[in-house]
């Protein structure tokens, strides 16, 4: 292989790059500022929930091709190419991105650059800032211009993040210089055949954000479709099945349900108005403010429709809720559609029992003012309502006859629109969905 390289941060894009990197047969030194969790990582142990990445983890540190570190010196003598995979979470109270850690990086990093080596930005980032962190780089690098930056987005899915990496749909590179795109094409040759654009900084930085607005916006307007069926008595999931068979449109993010959550779109769609803003083209994003009301408006939607269904007050009630993950086969809860109606009901007096596969552990430490149980059987026992908030294919494939044995009453909330119907109904269950009559 020739080049090593290195990965700075080992969240979920950071650790996922490194891992599949290394499978690749390239050396990789990962970073991370967080000792505890490069301890875990040299274990073998993963800090997320990912299918099938633990394997590779664990593969390429027995080959001894990946390994970990705390050490920015390290990581600059070690790598020719330094991949930079830091978050850039939601300002507190704002809409726009904060891009501090990126700065951070850059920061501790450069000052150990002594040689010839390209830093490849990776993080989901405010357009503007590659150009910012480039000159930064060159500044503050004792290389100064051997050193050079590069912008390479990344699209990845949590739960199918090693597949998506491995096999991604095309690869973005965004360059200043024919060297830069040399090597990054030279890092991505051994996985085979996938489109490559080349393109400048601003673009590149915004097929990211473009991307991410695109799909919020198909499921939100599926879900405002939803609301629409709602008040005419139609059903979206007829409705979204019909408009999937254009080709045009297409059946993927058209299903309608609790709507998108999690540490990117959420986050993403705002920092992108909030960008546009700034650079005076607000207007032509004023859309995306609408298809984040939408998005919110299903959660309260969705409390509403269990307040419904149990005669109209939650005090006392007992509220059985499936999923607590923002998406079924990950454990992540930030921005979770589940965890915020769960949170919504215990706060108007329901007696809410949570059950997720994954996630458990994390919801329980972020709201230990709610019930917890370890299977979906005991969280319905004795409920007065069942919600399904998160489509595992655990609760997707439960007998309505074994849970209809333990609950008080055989009512269920379907907020994926991910039940069989006409199962559920002929085993006498109270079924109601979003969106549907
Ligand atoms: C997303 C993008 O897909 C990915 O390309 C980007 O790099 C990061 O953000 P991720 O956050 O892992 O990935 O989740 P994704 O699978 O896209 O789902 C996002 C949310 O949309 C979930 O809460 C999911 O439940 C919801 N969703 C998805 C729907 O409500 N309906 C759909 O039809 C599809």
New binding site residues.
Partial sequence: MPYRLTVLGTGYLGATHAACMAELGFEVLALDVDQSKIERLRRGELPIHEPGLEEVLRRNLDSGRLRFTTSYEEVAKFGDVHFVCVGTPQKKGERAADVSYLDAVVESLAPHLDRECLVVGKS?VPVGTAERLAEKLVRLAPAGTQTELAWNP????????VR?TLRPDRIVIGVTSERAEKILRDVYAPLGEVPIVVTDFPTAELV?SA??AF??T??SF??AMAEVCEAAGGDVTQLSAALAYDERIGG??????????????PK?IRAFTARADELGAGHALAFLREVDEINLRRRARMVGLAGEVLGGSFGGRRVAVLGAA???N?D?IRD??ALDVAVKIAELGGLVTLYDPAALANARAAHPQLGYAESALEAASGAEVVLLL??WQEFVSLDPEDLGAVVAARVIVDG?NALDVELWRGAGWHYRALGRP
């Fill in positions: 989901t990344e699209f990845l899915r949590e739960g199918f993040a998506d990211k991307a991410n799909l919020a198909k499921i599926i879900n993927r993010y058209l299903n309608a349900g609790l709507g998108f959550g999690g540490g990117c779109l993403d923002f998406k079924p990950s992540d979770s559609p998160t489509e994926r």
